[in-house]
Nanobody, 112 residues
Framework: QLQLVESGGGLVQPGGSLRLSCAASGLTLDMYTIGWFRQAPGKEREGVSSISSSDGSTYYTDSVKGRFTISRNNAKDTVYLQMNRLQPDDTAVYYC?????WGQGTQVTVSA
């Protein structure tokens, strides 16, 4: 059974950094495109970033370009989201997604 577990969220000051992890079990992660999404209070869930299984190409939504970096460690079946220069607007619950499976989410709060 496919299971995704996110970790690495927390409280950080504006301008700080966090690295989120998404650990997968029940499948070989390098065969699939992985996406990171986020949902802020009162807002719809939005796509943040993704990494392709075929050629490792990446996608970033405009608001995080140049600040966030997605990567994967296939040996550990884990995908990471390095988030730098965090802003209060980045506050949200962050989720990873593979196929139709979602993790439980990890809270990121950016506040002084």
């Amino acid at each position: 059974q496919l299971q995704l577990v996110e970790s690495g969220g927390g409280l950080v000051q504006p301008g700080g950094s966090l690295r989120l992890s998404c650990a997968a079990s029940g499948l070989t992660l390098d065969m699939y495109t992985i996406g990171w999404f986020r949902q802020a209070p009162g807002k719809e869930r939005e796509g943040v970033s993704s990494i392709s299984s075929s050629d490792g190409s990446t996608y970033y939504t405009d608001s995080v370009k140049g600040r966030f970096t997605i990567s994967r460690n296939n040996a550990k079946d884990t995908v990471y989201l390095q988030m730098n220069r965090l802003q209060p607007d980045d506050t949200a619950v962050y989720y990873c997604k593979v196929l139709d499976a979602w993790g439980q989410g990890t809270q990121v709060t950016v506040s002084a």
